[in-house]
């Protein structure tokens, strides 16, 4: 019979076998790349939180409202985790507030609290060390809050003319640069502790108008609403956070969020639709599938 080696050899300058580490060779090996459990939808039509499952083909299904509506605010513009899931975060323009839910391990939501705030709350980051950047509806300055290892909100300070009022904000995946966007796109740098240096400026070529941002380690998207609906993509200067025009893409209609996956998808809120495409090595996108909903939805937010 056959007889089977476990060990892995190599042949030395001798012409020796000798064994290989093979903890040296688990680095050749790629890691997975994280596939999100579930996705949650700002549901703008009913002012409600859907929740979906979601596949290794990152289709989504409907397993039902997590939050129905009645129960969660007036205006709800985004939605974000804490760095470890625990909770999730809603800001309620209308209504002057941050609600917080927190998340079990079967990705059921619970409300937690209701902040008021006198900001009114819009845009909304979360960095991996905890930091919520918010965006105001009636300001230029984005506000920082510590996230408590119990969910609650502290305010450490705000930085001023870093926006426009109802600004998207997002921020790169290795924690060094916000980006916001209102007609105009905002670059800042985040300092060691967490306040934010004054932002470059440059314009994105369209007015603020039913818009997506979403930034991955390599590219920017912003899609525009007026005068066309359109999304652009942007390559990303890693080390100063800059940005280079590479493409533009139509969109069928006005996207009211983008939200990218880890292991390399891009969903479109669009008009009553969810767009899913998949992200080429260029940036651009590939549409695969598209969601039609009863609803309009906003912005979305992933569990993994």
């Known amino acids: 019979g056959s007889i089977y080696l476990n060990t892995l050899f190599s042949m030395n300058n001798n012409g020796q076998a000798v064994g290989m ?4 060779m688990s680095s050749l090996i790629p890691t997975p790349l994280p596939v999100p459990k579930f996705a949650y939808v700002l549901n703008k039509t009913a002012n409600a939180i859907m929740q979906y499952t979601v596949g290794s083909n990152a289709s989504l299904t409907y397993t039902g409202e997590s939050i129905a509506a009645g129960t969660t605010g007036d205006n709800l513009a985004a939605i974000a985790f804490s760095p470890d899931e625990s909770y999730i975060y809603v800001t309620d323009v209308t209504g002057n507030s941050i609600l917080s839910y927190s998340v079990d391990g079967s990705g059921i939501l619970t409300l937690d609290s209701v902040i008021p705030n006198t900001i009114q709350a819009y845009g909304l980051a979360i ?41 998207l904000i997002a921020l790169s995946p290795n924690g060094s640069f916000v980006y916001t966007f209102n007609g105009y796109i905002n670059i800042s740098s985040v300092n060691a502790d967490g306040t934010l240096s004054s932002p470059a400026s440059q314009n994105a070529g369209c007015q603020f108008n039913n818009n997506g941002l979403a930034v991955s380690k390599n590219y920017l998207y912003v899609s525009c609403g007026f005068p066309a609906p359109v999304l652009f993509i942007y390559a990303v200067n890693q080390q100063i956070g800059g940005l280079t025009k590479i493409t533009a893409q139509n969109l069928t209609s006005y996207s009211n969020g983008i939200t990218l996956s880890a292991n390399g998808y891009a969903y479109l809120s669009m008009n009553n639709q969810i767009v899913i495409s998949g992200i080429n090595s260029d940036g651009s996108l590939t549409t695969e599938s598209t969601i039609n909903l009863d609803y309009n939805p906003g912005a979305m937010a992933l569990y993994y």
């Open 21 to 24: 580490n093979t903890t040296s």
């Open 127 to 167: 960095s991996q060390s905890g930091i919520a950047y918010f965006t105001s509806n009636n300001n230029f300055n984005i506000w920082n809050y510590n996230i408590g290892q119990d969910g609650t909100l502290t305010y450490t300070g705000e930085s001023g003319s870093q926006a426009g009022g109802n600004s």
